[in-house]
């Protein structure tokens, strides 16, 4: 069965569900929504719904029949959670996905965004990563399971397309932060991690800093209000099944990220080196030439994005 509204885009009047509306993504999702002028956004706390449960969500979408989801719920974290944790972030991750595509497809939802990583590439990826480079080569084994999920999760809405005519698209996002974003040094993502370390090194007069790794790995960093910018884009712009890179095309390596983030926070001491912890992949910069050709780019540089986080971090985290 084609779905017979398939070529209709996005429209402020539609019924949007927001799936992990409390994350990093999902709340700066909620905000631009909001500010963009789409009235009927439809979100669940955990407590109310809990994603991984496939009858109650099954069960809530029957219910509230949303004309548009993004899902944006996951189990995330950066390099010593995935690492630890790989039961939980690939079946937590299976199980939430699953949930919610199915639901989407079976109570009639339009337009289905599907959010991925840029973990699902090879770890000896060309670089930058271009899309096609899905499934080419072994994966980096600290992210593997989270990576298989997401790549479960991109088949899955493939997989609707192709065989029901299904509108849903995927999106691969770089490494993300912003406002909301998990700051606990052991489960948190380098640049959250790092803004911490530096605001505590500074606040207690330290000399000097622990990094994990070697700093030498290198990294692409897009500030979550751009993500959201570009996934609004594609909800009203692209119909098409193959998944797109979101990134700002430029990377850094972990010893200039920890630098650029001390002179933000103002913090003056020395770089220290825990060469115990993993580098994980050597290098993630994908190649975002498509959403480039189709019509979208970046705005925030990393210096003014990290300033607007520690802002944000100041307000909220301290
Ligand atoms: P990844 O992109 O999946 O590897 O996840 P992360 O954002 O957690 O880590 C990126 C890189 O930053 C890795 O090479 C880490 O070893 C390095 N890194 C340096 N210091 C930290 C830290 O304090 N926390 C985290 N999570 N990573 C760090």
Same mark, same amino acid.
């Given at each position: 069965?084609?779905?017979?509204?398939?070529?209709?885009?996005?429209?402020?009047?539609?019924?949007?569900?927001?799936?992990?509306?409390?994350?990093?993504?999902?709340?700066?999702?909620?905000?631009?929504?909001?500010?963009?002028?789409?009235?009927?956004?439809?979100?669940?706390?955990?407590?109310?719904?809990?994603?991984?449960?496939?009858?109650?969500?099954?069960?809530?979408?029957?219910?509230? =029949?949303? /004309?548009?989801?993004? %899902?944006?719920? !996951?189990? #995330?974290?950066?390099?010593? @959670? $995935?690492?630890?944790?790989?039961?939980?972030?690939?079946?937590?991750?299976?199980?939430?996905?699953?949930?919610?595509?199915?639901?989407?497809?079976?109570?009639?939802?339009?337009?289905?965004?599907?959010?991925?990583?840029?973990?699902?590439?090879?770890?000896?990826?060309?670089?930058?990563?271009?899309?096609?480079?899905?499934?080419?080569?072994?994966?980096?084994?600290?992210?593997?399971?989270?990576?298989?999920? =997401?790549? /479960?999760?991109?088949? %899955?809405?493939? !997989?609707? #397309?192709?065989?029901?005519? @299904? $509108?849903?698209?995927?999106?691969?996002?770089?490494?993300?932060?912003?406002?909301?974003?998990?700051?606990?040094?052991?489960?948190?993502?380098?640049?959250?991690?790092?803004?911490?370390?530096?605001?505590?090194?500074?606040?207690?007069?330290?000399?000097?800093?622990?990094?994990?790794?070697?700093?030498?790995?290198?990294?692409?960093?897009?500030?979550?209000?751009?993500?959201?910018?570009?996934?609004?884009?594609?909800?009203?712009?692209?119909?098409?099944?193959?998944?797109?890179?979101?990134?700002?095309?430029?990377?850094?390596?972990?010893?200039?990220?920890?630098?650029?983030?001390?002179?933000?926070?103002?913090?003056?001491?020395?770089?220290?080196?825990?060469?115990?912890?993993?580098?994980?992949?050597?290098?993630?910069?994908?190649?975002?030439?498509?959403?480039?050709?189709?019509?979208?780019?970046?705005?925030?540089?990393?210096?003014?994005?990290?300033?607007?986080?520690?802002?944000?971090?100041?307000?909220?985290?301290?």
């Amino acid at each position: 069965m084609l779905n017979e509204t398939l070529s209709r885009s996005v429209e402020k009047t539609d019924k949007i569900f927001v799936a992990g509306h409390r994350g990093l993504v999902g709340s700066a999702l909620v905000r631009k929504l909001q500010q963009d002028g789409f009235a009927e956004l439809l979100v669940r706390d955990r407590s109310q719904l809990d994603l991984r449960n496939e009858a109650d969500v099954g069960r809530f979408f029957e219910q509230e =029949k949303p /004309a548009v989801v993004v %899902l944006a719920a !996951a189990k #995330v974290g950066g390099i010593k @959670a $995935n690492n630890d944790l790989p039961v939980e972030f690939l079946h937590e991750n299976l199980q939430m996905q699953n949930s919610v595509i199915r639901a989407a497809y079976e109570s009639g939802v339009r337009k289905l965004l599907f959010l991925g990583s840029s973990c699902i590439y090879p770890k000896h990826a060309p670089q930058p990563i271009p899309e096609s480079a899905l499934l080419t080569g072994a994966l980096e084994p600290t992210n593997e399971a989270y990576a298989i999920a =997401k790549i /479960a999760g991109i088949k %899955l809405c493939q !997989a609707y #397309v192709r065989e029901y005519g @299904a $509108n849903f698209i995927s999106a691969m996002p770089t490494n993300l932060y912003g406002p909301n974003d998990n700051f606990d040094l052991l489960s948190s993502h380098v640049l959250p991690a790092l803004l911490r370390k530096a605001h505590t090194a500074k606040q207690e007069g330290n000399r000097e800093l622990v990094v994990w790794g070697s700093g030498q790995p290198r990294r692409e960093f897009l500030h979550v209000d751009d993500l959201v910018a570009a996934c609004i884009f594609l909800l009203e712009k692209y119909d098409s099944p193959e998944i797109v890179n979101i990134g700002c095309g430029e990377d850094i390596s972990i010893q200039k990220l920890a630098e650029l983030i001390c002179d933000v926070v103002g913090f003056r001491g020395e770089l220290a080196w825990d060469t115990t912890k993993p580098d994980g992949t050597p290098r993630k910069l994908l190649d975002v030439s498509k959403i480039h050709a189709l019509g979208w780019r970046h705005r925030i540089e990393l210096r003014e994005g990290i300033a607007r986080t520690y802002e944000w971090f100041l307000r909220n985290k301290t």
